[in-house]
């Protein structure tokens, strides 16, 4: 499988959103519901605030990654790949990635799920994340350095 991580341009605005609503919005709604004009206000604010890569998978957009090296961590915002291309190593390679970033700055890797995602909280704990902390509506990981 050849990925490969670009960053994302102001054309991409609509495929990032589109990808997290396709991912994301099955559990948004059941802990706090979906507002479209909410949802889209919060990612134009999102997208023109943080770094937003395209996941490619053999030349074809898959997904979205957002994350942010700050000096105390390594922060991921999004991490999101379309259904149809889940559970083909593809989140997988991009966790690896984002691990080698965070070790090679030897920062722990932060990041929160949504209540009720339980698909995602497992993917996270066999990286080695940590239940560190909640929130009304997330469970905050953390994965040491």
Excluded at 3 to 8: I, N, P, Q, S, V
């Amino acid at each position: 499988m050849t990925l490969r991580l670009r960053k994302a341009v102001e054309a991409d605005c609509e495929f990032c959103y589109l990808v997290r609503e396709l991912a994301f919005r099955e559990y948004a709604e059941r802990v706090r519901g979906w507002d479209e004009e909410r949802e889209r206000a919060n990612h134009r604010t999102r997208f023109a605030s943080q770094d937003f890569q395209v996941i490619q998978s053999e030349g074809l957009d898959v997904g979205i990654l957002s994350a942010e090296t700050t000096p105390d961590a390594l922060k991921i915002f999004q991490l999101f790949i379309l259904p149809e291309h889940q559970g083909k190593g593809i989140g997988s390679s991009c966790m690896e990635h984002l691990i080698q970033e965070a070790t090679q700055l030897r920062v722990p890797l932060r990041l929160q799920v949504i209540n009720g995602n339980d698909r995602a909280l497992s993917f996270y704990k066999r990286y080695g994340f940590q239940h560190v902390g909640k929130t009304d509506t997330h469970i905050q990981l953390e994965r040491p350095s």
